[in-house]
């Protein structure tokens, strides 16, 4: 059975930081494209942030360039999002997702966490 588990979620004041991690079990990690989306109250889930099964290529939403960085340590088979100068906009529940594809569109089809919540508040 495959398991995706974010960890690293809280409660952080305008313009601190949090790493979020996210660590897979039941499948062939270096295989899939890792990624991260969130999703606010109400709300659709939003492209966060991708990286590649090799590490060599990352892909980020225009909210988050500059200020969030993805890196996936394959021999951990975990992944993870550095996220820095938060603001009260990426308040979300997190959500790590799992492509096989080289591109990452996750969608039913694909493996999903339970998600770790960010909030950003003064």
């Known amino acids: 059975q495959v398991q995706l588990v974010e960890s690293g979620g809280g409660l952080v004041q305008p313009g601190g930081s949090l790493r979020l991690s996210c660590a897979a079990s039941?499948?062939?990690?270096?295989?899939?494209?890792m990624g991260w989306l969130r999703q606010a109250p109400g709300k659709g889930r939003d492209f966060v942030a991708a990286i590649s099964w090799s590490g060599q290529s990352t892909d980020y939403a225009d909210s988050v360039k500059g200020r969030f960085a993805i890196s996936r340590d394959n021999a951990k088979n975990t992944v993870y999002l550095q996220m820095n100068s938060l603001n009260t906009e990426d308040t979300a529940l997190y959500y790590c997702?799992?492509?096989?594809?080289?591109?990452?569109?996750?969608?039913?089809?694909?493996?999903w966490g339970q998600g770790t919540q960010v909030t950003v508040s003064s």
């Open positions: 997702a799992a492509d096989h594809n080289e591109h990452f569109t996750p969608d039913a089809d694909d493996y």
């Open positions: 039941g499948l062939t990690f270096n295989t899939h494209t």
